[in-house]
């Protein structure tokens, strides 16, 4: 038998000294300097080791935020091999609170104990060591944070003193001197990719404010800042890329809602309503256009009970009505927006052409790409940020398009009676029903506007927001509308010339100053970008969650943003007729909606997903139907009227047709194979002898009693509780 060798006895020093690989790192006392724009926090970074690696036994630092940024891009440079593990999220509210400051000292305490206890980061990292313990660290990390703002500010400075350069030779009184300067397109080029980084970055300047007289030179630097903050916000969770679930107050809301609400197509759509249709058309379209966005504040609280979890209607349509059905409505939620998204780039290109003489398609370009870029790196939460800005720019913008209008136009008051346009019309009292039905079933179909009714922090914030989103939307529609007939009134706009009736506000402008074109273009790009990233970031996340149920990367995510947008401009600029677009979606909207909010009311439990998909479906024949009929079985008119070839705008009957056709057939039709599928399924029972289940009730949900008011942590959207299709 071996005998085991006896333990040596350990030594004082190595019973009660320390291991022989000692490392501790505590980040602690957080402390705020500065004011206003100028505060930051630091944090103290406290360590005592005996690892060789480092120099120091104990050392005591301080970091800001930034600093650490920077450190952690430069170990993502230095070291290929390892992961590097996030830093705690961006906060763009309240980010010298208390718990905020508490919370981003765990997280960047964590980072630390896990990057400097890394044996790899040790040994092979040249910065490491020195932002721990060296209080003047790498120099890539100290001037990071100076290089950039001044780079920012220098190229602000130069385009200061270029401009009055510029407009020397470019502006000359009431027109853009255009055809004299060949060299022209390329410095449109530029001061659109500037006008549109401009309104897409401002918010994204730590503390800045919009104030009616903020200087040129400012929204230079806040417009190149916005993408450079967008970068830094590319760590937040893919839930948080997602959506932003019950975070968000009221007036915030309201400004989302209206930037979302509006496009560059307005410019055509409204004073083009307003030379056909007077007065009571163009009220009509406003009010049309307004006041579904109360829909929002009526339904939302009953879907996010519903589905606390969710961010977009299709998921509750796939948790009440099956994968199936919730599939369907995400195809033509997907489609609608996609036609949307090609719509405002087509109107953009054909606003920058007429306004500037130009071909708009380097403009819009340089829109796609920089709405592109900031969208794929911040999703959602960018989008809503950029919009509570772009919408209050646009009100600005208006104001001064009131004034300016107001001051320069000159009213011809014999063509207001030869006009007509305070009489009523046979069209206008059609409208009157033609377009609430296709606006309010449209909005149904735009994920935007539902990923910010659940961004809503409560009820109470969804009826705030909705509330005055309604109203700025009418009395913005309503004076660009105003424009048309001030179009007619003052002679720009030939009276009756129905062809151009789109181009009425473009025609008045032609006899305004030039500063008031500069003014439309900014307001123009503002409105294209705000409502183009918002269907980037809702496309995407739609996409997301019905497709894949939120499992895929982020990285890919990101990467559908950009395969995204190619097709969308290919299609634009083929797609020149805006409002053709919008009617597409209009009939298809006036069809499926109908026949899925049945499902909100518990009362029609026994309702299911294969009646709901079979009544949208059905709604579209029936207006192919109805084609058949108003064209004396003419099948190629009758097909034509499934795209309205013939416009909204006609002096027949087709077009109100249709969307008679198109929600009361879709109901007709679903309602029918409800009584068709509990035939079957009574007759199956009977054969099969089993229970006949049709009528039962669904078993009741815990989150079906939650509180709208109260405030949820959105914990995970991976879910995949499905409905009852057949």
Known sequence: ????????????????GPPENFLEIEVRNPMTHGVGRGMYTTYEIVMRTNIPAFKLKSSTVRRRYSEFEAFRDILERESARVTIPPLPGKVLTNRFSDDVIEHRREGLQRFLQIVVGHPLLQTGSKVLAAFVQVIKCHKSIQTKQVVRPCLLRSASDAIRKAWPQVQQKFLVPNRLNLALHPRLTSQIIHLSST????????????????????????????????CFVAWRLRHQSKTEWLSSNRTQKGVPLAFNFIASALGSGVLFTYPQIATIAGVQGLLVYALSSALPLLIFGALGPIIRRKCPEGFVLTEWTRQRYGAVAGLFLSVCTLITMFLYMVAELSALQQIVNLLTGLNGLPVVIVECAVTTIYTSLGGFKVSFVTDNIQGAMVIGLIIMGIIAVGVETKIDRSLIDKSGYLKSSLLGWQLIYILPVAVLTNDFFLSGFWMRTFAARTDKDLWIGVSLA????????????????????????????????????????????????????????????AAFDSFQSAMISTGSNDFF????????????????????VVVALRSPDILQIFLISDLVSAAVVPCLVIGLSDRFYWYR?????VGGLGGVFTIFLFGLVYYDGDVTKAGKLLLLEGGLYGHDWSAFGAFVAAPFGGLLWAFGACALRISFLWIKAKVQGTRFDAFDRPIPQNNDDHDGDAVLEHSSVENDRKGRFF
């Open 1 to 16: 038998m071996v005998s085991l060798p006896d333990a040596r006895s350990q030594s004082f020093e190595e019973l009660y």
């Open 195 to 226: 006008l549109i980084l401009t309104s897409n970055g401002y918010i994204f300047c730590h503390g800045c404010s919009f104030t009616a007289g903020v200087q040129r030179h400012h929204l230079f630097d806040t417009g190149v800042l916005g």
């Open 609 to 613: 997903g294969f009646d709901f998909v």
């Open 470 to 529: 309604s109203m700025g939307v009418l009395i913005i529609l309503t004076l660009l509308g105003v424009a048309g007939m001030l179009a007619a009134w003052s002679g720009a706009y030939t009276i009756g010339d129905e062809a151009n009736g789109s181009l009425a506000f473009f025609l008045l402008l032609e006899t305004l100053p030039a500063w008031v074109i500069g003014v439309v273009l900014v307001m123009t790009i503002s409105l294209s970008a």
């Open 549 to 568: 149920r939120n499992k895929l990367n982020i990285w890919i995510i990101r990467a559908c943003v950009v395969a995204l947008i190619f097709p969308v």
